[in-house]
């Protein structure tokens, strides 16, 4: 048995890996695009002094990767953590050029950082980093260049400040749509806020309406433990439970709660404003973050950090389907572990491609300075990933029955025996479409 130490935890050999596995479904592709798709576009890495409150001067480092822009400006969130690294952005950039392709957007790929804890930072700090993180940044942001939006750790005030910033260096223009993910009162779009987690349930009960799963046609009535209480797993919740989902279990960063019968969503948002964690709600009982993600349930939602479902823990895992509500949850040897027990697994890449599209819209309604009502925005949320399930679950169900399978030894070689995961699907419609485009659009010279 493979253990986690054992396995490379390295992000962009990771989303390597990924690629290599799903082009293995593309009936052909140029050897020479594969190669460039792997690579970033540009990596800009800036480094800069904050005045602190108390007086000191802290140095601080951000990173902004572009990875491919063949169907139009980047489009990426930019995350604080103490753990950020150059090599994760890179890996998420790459993953927003796959994710915008799949849910067939008008944006490249795009990711940003910055090396940081909030935890322990001042909002006025915090205001510091991000105005000079957006003036170091310079032009390689902006609405037809790259468009950062919220992620880890970030929110709509970190947008309002961005785009405030950007806005003074460049008075005179429209520039609402330099960021989306803003305030409803400073341009953002009504839905923005909800749209990952709406997202995951619309894509989570269409994918369950397709019966794969014995005894799990719905989420309705389903026992859901969800890893993470942010903005992705809080929202998750309340769809889910809005739709007769029983939420089991959550957690945050300092452990989980759990109870049998499901927990009171609003009294566990309520503690959590309160105390900042879940952990000691009453009538709960305490877990920690490993052994949530070990629980018996019908659906394991981890929608906090990356690595989180390994080698080490794979087999350990007692549900029925996994849906990547964070991005890269789940690495993949615990991909060849999990399908080899017959856990299904929804991917990121579609999963959590909710928040891009809404983002999409914020981006459309900033160009003719208009705002969505809230029912537009989820009619058109929900019709477009239904689509794209639909189009990853064709093409799977393609493979899976003998159809579409490739022809050449090599390939059938390199795949192993293995059965197609959704993951390698979907990401396989994605490098086919940029690939494709770049083809169309003819390589400049
Ligand atoms: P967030 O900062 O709002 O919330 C993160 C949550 O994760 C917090 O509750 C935090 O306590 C928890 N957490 C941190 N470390 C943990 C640990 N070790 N174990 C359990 N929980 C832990 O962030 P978010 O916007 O909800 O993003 C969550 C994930 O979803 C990230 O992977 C992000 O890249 C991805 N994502 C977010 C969006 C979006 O629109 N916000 C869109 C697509 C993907």
Redesign the pocket.
């Known amino acids: 048995m493979v253990d986690s130490e054992h396995e490379n935890f390295d992000p962009i050999e990771i989303s390597e890996q990924q690629f290599d596995q799903a082009v293995c479904y593309i009936k052909e592709i140029k050897k020479g695009l594969v190669d460039f798709l792997k690579k970033p576009k540009a990596v800009h890495i800036v480094n800069f002094p904050i005045e602190m409150d108390d007086g000191s001067v802290e140095s601080i480092q951000g990173y902004r990767v572009i990875h491919n822009r063949v169907f139009g400006p980047g489009k990426g969130?930019i995350?604080y953590h103490p753990d950020v690294t150059m090599e994760e952005v890179v890996a998420?950039a790459k993953l927003m050029t796959w994710k915008c392709a799949l849910v067939n957007i008008p944006f490249g790929g795009a990711k940003g950082g910055v090396v940081c804890n909030t935890k322990e930072l001042s909002e006025s700090e915090l205001r510091r980093i991000t105005r000079r993180f957006t003036s170091e940044l310079g032009d390689n942001i902006g609405p037809y260049t790259d468009i950062p939006?919220?992620?880890?750790?970030?929110?709509e005030q970190t947008m309002a400040w961005i785009f405030d910033t950007y806005d003074v260096l460049h008075p005179g223009k429209n520039n609402r749509s330099v960021v989306t993910?803003k305030p409803v009162e400073m341009g953002g779009s009504y839905g923005r806020y909800e749209?990952?987690g709406e997202g995951v349930y619309h894509v989570t009960e269409r994918f369950l309406s397709k019966t794969l799963i014995a005894g799990l046609h719905t989420v309705a009535g389903a026992r859901v433990v969800i890893?993470?209480?942010?903005?992705?797993?809080?929202i998750t919740a309340q769809a889910f439970c809005r739709n007769g989902a029983k939420i089991v279990a959550v957690?945050?960063?300092?452990g989980?709660v759990y109870h049998e019968d499901g927990l009171n969503l609003e009294e566990l948002a309520a503690f959590k404003a309160e105390n900042g964690?879940v952990v000691g709600v009453p009538e709960t009982t305490t877990v920690t973050?490993e052994d949530i993600l070990e629980m018996e349930c019908d659906i394991l939602i981890p929608?906090?950090?990356?690595n989180?479902i390994h080698a080490g823990n794979a087999r350990n895992i007692k549900t029925k389907l996994i849906v990547e509500?964070?991005?890269?949850?789940v690495t993949p040897k615990a991909d060849e572990i999990l399908c080899e027990r017959g856990i299904y697994l929804l991917p990121?890449i579609i999963v959590?491609a909710g928040?891009?599209t809404v983002s999409y819209f914020e981006w459309v309604q900033n160009q003719v300075n208009q705002q969505w009502d809230i029912e537009e925005v989820n009619t058109r949320l929900q019709k477009k990933l239904y689509k794209t399930l639909d189009a990853v679950f064709d093409r799977w169900q393609g493979f899976v029955v003998g159809e579409d399978k490739p022809s050449d030894d090599e390939t059938i070689e390199k795949l192993n025996d293995q059965k197609p995961c959704f993951r390698s699907i979907a990401l396989s419609i994605a490098i086919e479409r940029v690939a494709n485009a770049t083809l169309i659009r003819g390589i400049w010279p």
């Open positions: 969130g995350r998420l939006a919220p992620d880890l750790y970030t929110n993910g749209a990952t890893q993470g209480f942010g903005n992705v797993g809080a957690s945050d960063s300092q989980g964690t973050n929608a906090a950090l990356g989180q509500a964070g991005n890269s949850p990121d959590n928040g891009v």
